[in-house]
């Protein structure tokens, strides 16, 4: 049998605004990600395009702003008595990534600006095997561990200050989300490179013929940048 008195159309009205709520926050999660690019974008153009560094060091000091959008809107969420879901927990996740790797994004996209617009070297591939390699899943599992403590951080700032008591239990539970992570990065990321010789997952060229490889392909990019008369 349907019920539909006041309790049911209660009901209904309680979930379509809880609905409401976690989509408002997905939109903002997207609206952020944009943001991010398009402030480095921004400044890429005022510093490549229109030769002013001043500007565009300005422009990109306006990243964290954006961060810190996200966290006033998970906060407002919060302290308006929305239930907590997964995605307030992922904003958590996705504000700890977008810090602790924000720079590294921010590098790359320079370096591939810069060999676009003001004739720079062409960025290297990152090594698949060998030590570069290794080094390579270290440093992203040490980010990924930044990026977890600034997660973590942020849930028990939020969890304390604009969160009851039943929202901050619901919170905490970015914790085992957070370990699950750190483990399968662990053991996929720097174990498996260390114990396969070197190898990252996806590589199955020796380090030797590798590093030939990557040499041929390197003089024969400088030689067709050189010009027909310096040959």
Excluded at 57 to 66: D, K, N, R, S
Excluded at 83 to 94: E, K, M, N, T
Aim: glycine share 10%; net charge positive; proline share 5%.
């Amino acid at each position: 049998m349907v019920e539909n008195g006041p309790k049911a159309r209660r009901g209904e009205a309680l979930r379509c605004a809880t609905v409401m709520d976690m989509s408002h926050i997905w939109f903002v999660i997207l609206g952020c990600e944009i943001g991010f690019w398009a402030v480095v974008l921004a400044g890429l153009v005022a510093r490549y395009l229109l030769r002013r560094p001043r500007l565009s060091t300005g422009i990109l000091l306006a990243v964290p702003v954006v961060d810190l959008a996200l966290v006033a809107a998970v906060s407002l969420d919060l302290s308006s008595g929305a239930p907590v879901q997964s995605v307030h927990r992922l904003a958590g996740i996705y504000l700890g990534v977008t810090v602790a790797f924000g720079h590294s994004m921010i590098a790359w996209a320079d370096g591939w600006f810069a060999h676009r617009f003001a004739g720079g070297p062409r960025p290297r591939r990152t090594s698949t095997t060998g030590p570069a390699a290794l080094r390579h899943e270290v440093t992203a599992f040490a980010r990924w561990l930044a990026a977890a403590a600034i997660a973590a951080g942020i849930t028990w700032l939020l969890a304390i200050t604009v969160a009851d008591d039943s929202q901050a239990r619901d919170l905490y539970g970015i914790f085992p989300t957070l370990g699950v992570v750190t483990a399968i990065w662990l053991v996929t990321g720097p174990v498996w490179t260390a114990v396969s010789g070197g190898r990252r997952r996806g590589s199955d060229v020796p380090a030797a013929q590798q590093d030939r490889r990557t040499r041929h392909r390197g003089d024969r990019i400088d030689e067709q940048q050189r010009e027909p008369g310096q040959r």
